[in-house]
């Protein structure tokens, strides 16, 4: 059984809203912060959301997330073609000690 | 400009070792954690390893533990990052990442490089 879970696909149309979500346990998203990724074939991941629901600088506010007990979710508004991409939730295992990822998700852009 | 250059990937054959390293620019080194995250082919990412600001503390993942070594040189000419890893499988064979941490070591990976690539094969 994966430490954290994210289903392998997820879609939308340009300008629709896609939420992702990420399934961990009380020993990772539970006691600790949840950050998300973008990558991109070809290029290096890039830092999405960081403690939950913070974006970076330079981040549009189309992309926003949110946690509720062991469970995380990433939310794309207004989608758009170059938005496709593997999406990573990541967050401390204190059981583990150490960083683990979800699965990753593919988004698709119809 | 922040910038992380990953260097020393490569075919290595299984049970052999190979030296990573991670050249920082752009920031004070000795003020982050510093991450290795990799990816197999057709896989996603998964964490390797991590090392705080002064080398204090370290942590593994379970399937490099008593594999690969991490350290680090904070010295101004240096500024670099490093991941030795012996008795290498095929399993090992990935792209490796560099990454900075947003804080202290708990804070998450905000920068990357674009990755060195280590192939073991016979």
């Known amino acids: 059984q994966p430490v954290m879970t994210q289903s392998p696909s997820a879609s939308g149309t340009p300008g629709q809203r896609v939420t992702i979500s990420c399934s961990g346990r009380?020993?990772?998203?539970?006691?600790?912060?949840v950050n998300w990724y973008q990558h991109l074939p070809g290029m290096a991941p890039k830092l999405l959301i960081y403690?939950?629901?913070q974006r970076p600088s330079g981040v549009p506010d189309r992309f926003s997330g949110s946690k509720s007990g062991t469970s995380a979710s990433l939310a794309i508004s207004g989608l758009q073609s170059e938005d496709e991409a593997d999406y990573y939730c990541?967050?401390?295992?204190?059981?583990?000690?150490?960083?683990?990822f979800g699965g990753g998700t593919k988004l698709t852009v119809l | 400009e922040v910038q992380l250059v990953e260097s020393g990937g490569g075919v290595v054959q299984p049970g052999g070792s190979l030296r990573l390293s991670c050249a920082a620019f752009?920031?004070?080194?000795?003020?982050?954690?510093m991450h290795w995250v990799r990816q197999a082919p057709g896989k996603g990412l998964e964490w390797v390893s991590v090392?705080?600001?002064?080398?204090?503390?370290?942590?593994?993942a379970d399937p490099v533990k008593g594999r690969f070594t991490i350290s680090r040189d904070n010295t101004k000419n240096q500024n670099s990052l490093y991941l030795q890893m012996n008795s290498l499988t095929a399993e090992d064979t990935a792209l490796y990442y560099c990454?900075?941490?947003?804080?202290?070591?708990?804070?998450?990976?905000?920068?990357w490089g674009q990755g060195t690539t280590v192939t073991v094969s016979s």
């Open positions: 990454a900075r941490d947003r804080g202290l070591l708990w804070g998450g990976m905000d920068v």
């Open positions: 752009g920031f004070t080194f000795d003020d982050y954690a």
């Open positions: 090392i705080s600001w002064d080398g204090g503390r370290i942590y593994y």
């Open positions: 009380s020993s990772n998203i539970g006691s600790n912060a």
């Open positions: 403690s939950d629901n």
């Open positions: 990541a967050a401390w295992d204190d059981s583990l000690n150490g960083w683990v």
